[in-house]
């Protein structure tokens, strides 16, 4: 008797911890892990892309300065093609910071649905202990309540 109750409660500690949609939830986060890295470097990008606004702004202030120092055709044309290399370094700054955005957006949601389906799972494992549990006692007690009966039964059988 306390092999098979034994047995019982390993089958529902197995039951229990062990999940049927754990492959949903790996995928989750392994789409979390990629969107991370993806993150990272489009931050990275981001920060290349300030950096070189900075270089090139220093760039064009000292252009200007010289111009204004010399005024000829040569350093306005100076001045001119480091603004547009500016102008052009800012607009890629600015789709990169609101892809950085939306891939931030993206990573969160992910980090959220992740931990939804780990509560989730949490939940479907605890409810599941519980209905065995439950289970396993009404079925003792069935069975405890049949064997009664049937020894009630045989003493009747034996006492006629």
């Not at 092999?3 to 949609?21: A, I």
């Not at 990008?45 to 270089?55: A, G, I, P």
């Not at 370094?89 to 910071?97: D, F, K, P, S």
């Amino acid at each position: 008797m306390n092999q098979k109750r034994l047995l019982l409660r390993k089958n529902v500690e197995k039951l229990s911890t062990t999940s049927v949609k754990e492959d949903t939830l790996r995928a989750q986060q392994d789409e979390l892990k990629k969107a991370e890295t993806r993150l990272s470097r489009i931050e990275q990008r981001v920060l290349r892309h300030q950096t070189k606004m900075r270089d090139l702004r220093t760039l064009l202030s000292e252009k200007r300065l010289r111009h204004k120092q010399k005024n000829t055709p040569q350093t306005k044309r100076a001045c001119e093609t480091v603004a547009n290399k500016l102008k052009l370094a800012i607009r890629q700054r600015n789709e990169t910071v609101s892809d950085f955005r939306e891939i931030k957006q993206i990573v969160r949601d992910q980090r959220t649905m992740c931990k939804k389906l780990e509560k989730k799972e949490a939940a479907k494992q605890k409810a599941v202990a519980q209905f065995l549990k439950k289970w396993e006692r009404d079925y003792d007690r069935e069975i405890k309540l049949r064997e009664k009966k049937a020894k009630q039964r045989r003493r009747w059988l034996q006492s006629d």
